[in-house]
Nanobody, 125 residues
Framework: QVQLVESGGGLVQAGGSLRLSCAAS????????MGWFRQAPGKEREFVAA????????NYADSVKGRFTISRDNTKNTVYLQMDSLKPEDTAVYSC??????????????????WGQGTQVTVSS
């Protein structure tokens, strides 16, 4: 059964950094694009970043561009989200997801078929 398990969330002050990890299992990780999404209380889930299967293509939400970096290690079946210069508005539950198209870096959540349970990121002002 496909599993995605996030880790690395926590409480950080504004301007700080966190690195999220998403460990994948029970599928051939290197064949799939991966994405990160987030959902704040009372808000809809929103796209954060995505990377193609090879890592050659990335896509970022405008709100995180220049501050967040998505990466992957196909030898470890893990995708990462490095978050720098964090702001209070980045507070949310962050989830990773598997893309249904290997080369796609779509921001459309309907193009992702498996999701992790999420990890809480809280940025204090």
């Amino acid at each position: 059964q496909v599993q995605l398990v996030e880790s690395g969330g926590g409480l950080v002050q504004a301007g700080g950094s966190l690195r999220l990890s998403c460990a994948a299992s029970s599928f051939t990780f290197s064949r799939y694009a991966m994405g990160w999404f987030r959902q704040a209380p009372g808000k809809e889930r929103e796209f954060v970043a995505a990377m193609s299967w090879s890592g050659s293509s990335t896509n970022y939400a405008d709100s995180v561009k220049g501050r967040f970096t998505i990466s992957r290690d196909n030898t470890k079946n893990t995708v990462y989200l490095q978050m720098d210069s964090l702001k209070p508005e980045d507070t949310a539950v962050y989830s990773c997801a598997r893309g249904i198209f290997s080369g796609s870096t779509s921001s459309n959540s309907r193009l992702y078929d498996y999701w992790g349970q999420g990890t809480q990121v809280t940025v204090s002002s």
